[in-house]
């Protein structure tokens, strides 16, 4: 296997990173250092990492139009660089089930946020289908001043919040880094089907991870910090989607990519 299959170069062509790249750039300078979810995202499906179905909205006759898009039930959210942790502040809406329930949340949301965050940038709303029957997992990375990008992943939800069940690897990633990282953790009886649960589509959660790490190493200089949580993983066949992700670049850049 060459280097560049080891670190994943070969999963990520040069149009794809460049594009992850040009995003990086126009927040640069915007004078920004945090990205919303959705430019976090954006980010992220540039380097072919699947995400949520989702479109932003920016009043309720475009809300009306997008959701023929979707399937019920959907997810809104604020989409907005300044508020990051949305759920804590109460800015999700989950399972919205039909038009009446989404144009209610899409009101409460943009009120709530004006009325709590006053200052912050508003994007928008995000629509975002909602995913059943799937494991909530967390892949994540740390700059270490020392040894550069270190990928994170885990199991979500109390795994990582109490036990944190977690595994940790320097970038650049192998394919075997990746095997490793996924069958470390205490909890992977339960990516491997646990208690008659069908067993969840592993490689989808090591391909992500290779390509994170193609990221990291690619946007070294720029990009702190990343979490992808929940990383939602279904059974074989289907991909393992970001449902959130938060995306952080470095305070003392301040010139933008060339």
């Not at 949520?52 to 660089?81: C, M, Y």
């Not at 928008?124 to 892949?139: H, N, P, R, T, Y």
């Not at 040894?147 to 650049?172: C, H, Y």
């Amino acid at each position: 296997m060459s280097t560049a299959e080891s670190n994943g170069e070969s999963r990520v062509g040069a149009d794809s990173a460049a594009a992850g790249r040009a995003i990086v750039k126009r927040i640069l300078e915007q004078g920004r250092f945090r990205l919303s979810e959705h430019e976090a995202k954006s980010v992220l499906q540039a380097y072919g990492i699947p995400i949520t179905q989702e479109q932003v909205v920016h009043g309720p006759e475009e809300l009306n139009q997008a959701l023929r898009s979707f399937s019920w039930p959907v997810v809104l959210k604020i989409d907005s660089p300044d508020i990051l942790h949305k759920t804590e502040a109460g800015l999700v809406a989950l399972n919205c089930h039909d038009l009446e329930e989404a144009q209610a949340a899409y009101r409460r949301l943009i009120q709530r946020a004006q009325r709590r965050y006053p200052q912050a940038q508003i994007n928008g709303v995000l629509i975002q289908e909602m995913i059943g029957d799937a494991i909530e997992c967390i892949v994540g990375m740390r700059r270490d001043e020392q040894f550069g990008p270190a990928i994170m992943f885990g199991l979500g939800g109390i795994f990582v919040e109490i036990f944190q069940d977690v595994t940790l690897r320097v970038a650049p990633l192998t394919p075997q880094d990746a095997e490793q990282m996924v069958r470390g953790i205490k909890g992977y009886e339960i990516l491997a089907g646990a208690r008659g649960r069908p067993p969840a589509n592993v490689e989808a959660i090591e391909d992500v991870l290779l390509r994170l790490s193609r990221l990291a190493l690619d946007l070294d200089e720029y990009v702190v910090e990343i979490d992808i949580n929940p990383l939602m993983v279904g059974s074989a066949g289907r991909a393992a989607k970001a449902a959130d992700a938060l995306m952080l670049l470095s305070v003392r850049r301040q010139e933008a990519i060339t």
